[in-house]
């Protein structure tokens, strides 16, 4: 994607650290980072500097994934949620609609 490099520079300039992280994730994912050697060498650069993310920092994150917390699994109850989201939405515009043509 042409956009990823811009993208993680621009998020990284604006100190934008979480949806960076988000970022590289879905890039790894989706096999994207792969496909951009200066994509991938900013963001492993960027997350590897041990100035900006100390030791204990990512062994805390790293024991957080590590204790059954998949990606996957969030990923999936995020999913679950939009669509349940869209569906109460539905379902407001519906009883609206309803409501307006009974009147």
Do not use: N
């Amino acid at each position: 994607d042409a956009e990823l490099l811009p993208t993680a520079l621009y998020l990284i300039q604006r100190g934008y650290w979480c949806a960076l992280y988000e970022l590289y994730i879905d890039a790894k994912r989706t096999g994207a980072l792969a496909a951009d050697d200066a994509a991938r060498l900013t963001l492993h650069k960027f997350f590897t500097d041990s100035q900006r993310f100390p030791a204990q920092v990512l062994r805390a994150v790293r024991e957080t994934f590590d204790s059954g917390v998949s990606a996957a699994r969030v990923i999936d109850a995020e999913s679950r949620a939009a669509v349940a989201e869209y569906d109460l939405r539905i379902a407001r515009d519906d009883l609206a609609r309803h409501g307006k043509q009974s009147s």
